[in-house]
């Protein structure tokens, strides 16, 4: 098997790698050309060496780019993990956000209807598409976005719909909630709140500066939802799955068991800043995976606490402090 993973360079595209590696896939990564490529996930994984693994560089927002890499790649299944994916720098960069999240996927699909109709196509869709929806939230709940991430992102799931529907494009969109690692970038709050406890640990710093704490969020395990992505490719079916724990917390619930976790006492570490909240917020999401359950046989391995725990692990082991 051959696999294309844009946005390999990415959290998910580094687990997804190893994922497919491990099962024997050759895989090529696509990853855009930037003064310095950000592939510090794939060295730590082990994947860049791997005689199997091929890194590329690519934009997705380049037709010319796609078209090539999907006729001459031979692919049987390409992940469109690529994205500008802080949803805070959406609000700033909307046309950006658009071409890269929106169009980038249309390029993708378009290059598989015109050269390897084929290929099986998997579109990284997000909880964010949701926005202030509410409650338990399945495949056929509203999607009303309140960001420019996740608007683009809603254009991109309509069109993998479209492509699926008119095209007969065996294209299917995972709908998943917050998933986080040690891998997740230092700007998200999962990961700058366990790097933050951990430097407080280490005695670098003496506090972390966050926006809302009331937020809140269903957090995953990347390498759970990886997991989801491969087996929806499987299916004789394409469709749309929701990929969720079932279980919501807010951003202050995290950083108390992230305190805990450092047998840290959190009183006076934390300041808000109003420049870390965004213009409109999501304030709850909360997805019911009970579609991926029954149909994929899918199920999180790790709750909230685990994920914490695995976080807090390995940043202080980064920041060589000891329990
Ligand atoms: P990530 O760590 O931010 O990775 C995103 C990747 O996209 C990076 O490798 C980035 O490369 C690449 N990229 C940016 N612009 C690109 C372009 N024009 N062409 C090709 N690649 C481009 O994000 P992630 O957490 O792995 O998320 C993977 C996908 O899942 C994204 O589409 C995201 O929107 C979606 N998603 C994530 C979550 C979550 O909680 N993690 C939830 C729902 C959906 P550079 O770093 O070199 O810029």
Redesign the pocket.
């Known amino acids: 098997m051959r696999a294309l993973i ?9 687990y997804l790698s190893k994922l497919l590696l491990d099962k024997g896939y050759d895989v090529d990564g ?3 050309r ?1 003064s310095t ?2 592939t510090w ?1 794939l060295e730590e994984m082990g994947i860049c060496d791997h005689p199997s693994f091929t890194l590329f560089v ?4 380049c037709p010319a780019s796609i078209n090539f890499h999907v006729k001459v790649g031979g692919y049987d299944e390409i992940y ?7 949803v805070a720098e959406s609000f700033n960069s909307p046309i950006a956000t658009m ?3 929106g169009l ?1 996927s249309v390029n993708i699909l378009e290059a598989i209807k015109n050269h390897s109709p084929k290929t099986r196509f998997y579109q ?5 598409m949701f926005g202030n929806t509410g409650g338990m939230l399945n495949e056929d709940s509203p999607m009303i976005p309140v960001s420019p ?1 996740g608007i683009a ?1 809603l254009y991109a799931h309509h069109m993998v719909k479209y492509y699926r529907e008119h095209h007969g494009i065996h294209a299917s969109a ?7 690692s040690p ?3 230092i700007e ?1 709050v999962s990961r700058k709140i366990c790097d933050g406890v951990a430097q407080i640990k280490a005695g670098k710093i003496d506090h972390i500066e966050l926006g809302n704490l009331d937020a809140c969020r269903d957090w995953g395990y ?1 390498g759970d ?1 990886v997991k989801a992505m491969w087996l929806m490719l499987r299916q004789d079916t394409p469709d749309d799955y929701v990929i969720a724990t079932g279980e919501t917390r807010s951003i202050n619930y995290f950083l108390g068991r992230a305190f805990d976790n450092a047998d840290i006492d959190m009183c006076g570490r934390i300041k808000t800043n109003d420049v870390f909240k965004r213009k409109s917020d999501v304030h709850i999401l909360c997805g019911d995976a009970a579609k991926a359950g029954k149909k994929l046989g899918w199920v999180p391995t790790a709750g909230i606490d685990t994920l914490i725990k695995i976080m807090m692990d390995a940043e202080m082991e980064r920041h060589e402090v000891g329990r």
């Open positions: 844009t946005g390999v360079t990415g959290q998910d595209g580094a696509l990853s855009p930037h490529l950000n996930r690519g934009d997705i927002t469109n993990l690529g994205a500008m994916t802080f071409h890269i999240n980038g990284a869709s997000t909880s964010e991430y992102k995972g709908i998943l909630f917050n998933h986080e891998y997740r970038g998200f990347a939802y």
